[in-house]
């Protein structure tokens, strides 16, 4: 039976290389000289801090530009408010969502249900498979998902007869 999987993964290659590149424009700009900003991976995500809130700003600008260059696409980041450091810094911390949540999958599965097309979609850990007696129904599933409005960056996988 045909089926495929629809999921939301990240390039962690491509994300890494674009903070490389952030972290060298920042050091080698003369607007971010002397105020301490930063950009680090860590287990929480991407932290980005500076000595003012406009200098953690510009250098999130700095690290969108490098992740759109790499075509990795902003849905992915989950920005948090700005927090106040020691001696009147700002720190931001930015998480990248992997995965479809459960409330996502959902919207995708009453999407395909509403729609009526002959096929069955079922959430599996953090994606959905769609599986239906034919690849023209699996296709239009696709197109159907595709005009969805999600927040979240999704691809189409393991496409299989």
Not at 17 to 38: I, P
Not at 62 to 80: A, F, G, N
Not at 103 to 120: C, F, N, P, S, Y
Request: proline content about 2%; overall charge positive.
């Amino acid at each position: 039976m045909p089926s495929f999987d629809i999921v939301s993964k990240v390039q962690w290659h491509e994300v890494d290389n674009a903070l490389l590149q952030a972290q060298k424009e920042v050091a080698q700009r003369f607007d971010f000289r002397n105020t301490g900003t930063e950009l680090e991976k860590n287990d929480a995500g991407i932290t980005v801090r500076s000595s003012s809130e406009d200098r953690v700003k510009a250098a999130i600008t700095v690290l969108h530009e490098k992740l759109i260059k790499r075509k990795v696409s902003l849905k992915y980041l989950d920005e948090q408010k700005p927090e106040p450091t020691g001696k009147g810094g700002s720190r931001v911390l930015i998480k990248v969502k992997e995965g479809i949540e459960t409330e996502v999958a959902r919207k995708i599965i009453t999407g395909i249900k509403d729609a009526k097309l002959k096929v069955q979609s079922s959430i599996q850990d953090a994606q959905v498979r769609v599986t239906g007696k034919n690849k023209d129904d699996l296709q239009k599933a696709i197109q159907l998902v595709r005009g969805l409005e999600l927040d979240v960056e999704l691809q189409f996988i393991n496409f299989r007869d």
